[in-house]
């Protein structure tokens, strides 16, 4: 019994080792891909905040020139300028809902018979060691 179950071990060892390798690559390139994705994702914010605030200013001397009162011109940009950015906080945090997934999806998706093989394995140990539901 104690012979089968080292032999048991050293099979779920090998088989560990080659999903862990196959996995590792897959980990750095996500790793990577990540990376990429946040810079190119802060260099945007700092583009898109530089047109936000252009357009606001141009938006405001256009109220003021068409006659409105300087007070009530920085009132209105301002409540434009936080409905525009719980906007993008709003993006932002679904944006983020969704990245957390990404790992979850990566080990259930590319690796189905690799799970599948581990349940059925700890099925046949469970039902060998005599484990009860």
């Given amino acids: 019994m104690k012979r089968n179950a080292l032999t048991i071990d050293k099979l779920l060892g090998i088989a560990t080792v080659g999903a862990s390798i196959a996995k590792a690559r897959l980990v750095q390139r996500f790793i990577k891909d990540l990376a990429n994705v946040i810079t190119l994702a802060i260099a945007t ?3 898109v905040g530089a047109f936000l605030i252009g357009g606001f200013y141009l ?3 256009w109220l003021i020139r068409s006659g409105l009162d300087s007070y009530a011109a920085q009132i209105l940009i301002g ?6 950015v719980l906007i ?7 944006c983020l809902q969704r990245l957390r997934s990404i790992p979850g999806q990566i080990i259930q998706g590319e690796f189905p018979l690799s ?5 059925l394995v700890d099925s ?3 039902g060998l060691l005599g484990k009860s539901l």
């Fill in 59 to 61: 938006v405001y001397q």
């Fill in 45 to 47: 914010g700092f583009m």
């Fill in 115 to 119: 799970s599948r093989l581990n349940r």
């Fill in 88 to 94: 993008l906080f709003g993006m932002t945090a679904s």
């Fill in 124 to 126: 046949f140990l469970d």
């Fill in 79 to 84: 409540l434009v300028s936080a409905v525009v």
